[in-house]
């Protein structure tokens, strides 16, 4: 009797290629983290070293990404989605409040999301910084993306007549500016304050810049 040959099915020890795939991505992201956010930093890691740390070889490295600069990037934009996340969840569950203690608890979630861990605030305002101009168009992009998300939010306050009404695009700019410039010589161990301190800070010059009324 013939015996049916069956169709492979592409799992190996119960997952998919494309899960196994994922899981490996994300070593070299988890042991990016920790070599670019606590450990010598980007600029003194080695593929090699990243593989060692992540328990994985070159071969399965690159078929994941192409440079070093490749996971820099990624692991950037995955920390400001994080960090974007916070914000619109607190912004859906402060729908109602009083304009200045919604954004003080939106921020405060920005903040707690990017200090959360120290190794993302390295990633974000460190690392990132100077190392090419691939990446720090990439940088300013998603400074820009926040700019205009305080910009906006700043535009429906107007509306709902909590705020003065004048062009806010400078404002969110220059927040933007002190976030990045305190978080990270806070981060440095430049700035002699706790993170709630700092945020606290922050949170005075956010409602400052933007005037807020009431």
Known sequence: MTQRLRRPTGRYAGKAADER?????????????????????????????????????????????????????????????????????????????PFAERYARVFRAYAGSIAEDSRRIRITFTEIVGVSPRMDEQRLARRARWIELIRAEAEAAVRRGEAADRDYRLAAAAFIGSVNGLLHDWSAGWVDASLDEVVDELVRILLGLLRFEG
């Open 21 to 97: 795939r994922a899981e490996r991505r994300q070593r070299f992201l988890d042991a990016a983290l920790e070599l670019f956010g606590a450990g010598p930093g980007y600029r003194a890691t080695t593929v090699a070293a990243l593989c060692e740390s992540a328990g994985l070889s070159t071969r399965q490295f690159y078929e994941e990404f192409r440079t070093l600069e490749d996971v820099l990037s990624v692991l950037h934009l995955q920390v400001n989605d994080w960090a974007e996340s916070a914000v619109v969840e607190a912004l859906a569950g402060t729908s109602g409040m």
